[in-house]
């Protein structure tokens, strides 16, 4: 974010320091919790389970902003120019999040989750 300052308005620059610090917390939970679940993987099959229905979800919520016209997302376009291929980038996470759906019902499937 440094640099930015001058150009963003104040508004921009708070949401963005809130959206910082939720990440960073996020961030620090799913790492726990992939460490835990790595180690203790026969207790975390119930969670691995659970986690597909949300990122089934979050895919979709992704697969949609991705067909939303930039500008209607972010007004202002100096908070996009950064990402050039925003959309490709969003569908590609979408991506993942199914595969991860589908490995995790595959599993099931086959009975070894």
């Known amino acids: 974010m440094a640099g930015v ?25 799913m790492a726990v919790v992939c460490y835990f679940s790595q180690r203790y993987l026969e207790q975390a099959k119930p969670l691995l389970v659970l986690l597909t229905l949300p990122a089934i979800i979050h895919a979709a919520m992704l697969l949609g902003l991705s067909l939303t016209p930039i500008v209607e997302i972010m007004p202002l376009a100096n908070l996009y120019a950064w990402i ?26 086959k009975r070894f989750i």
């Open 5 to 29: 300052d001058a150009y963003w308005p104040e508004s921009a620059m708070v949401f963005a320091r809130l959206f910082m610090m939720l990440w960073a917390s996020a961030s620090l939970v």
């Open 84 to 109: 050039p291929f925003y959309e490709v980038w969003i569908r590609g996470e979408a991506l993942l999040l199914v595969s991860y759906a589908l490995y995790i019902a595959y599993g099931r499937w």
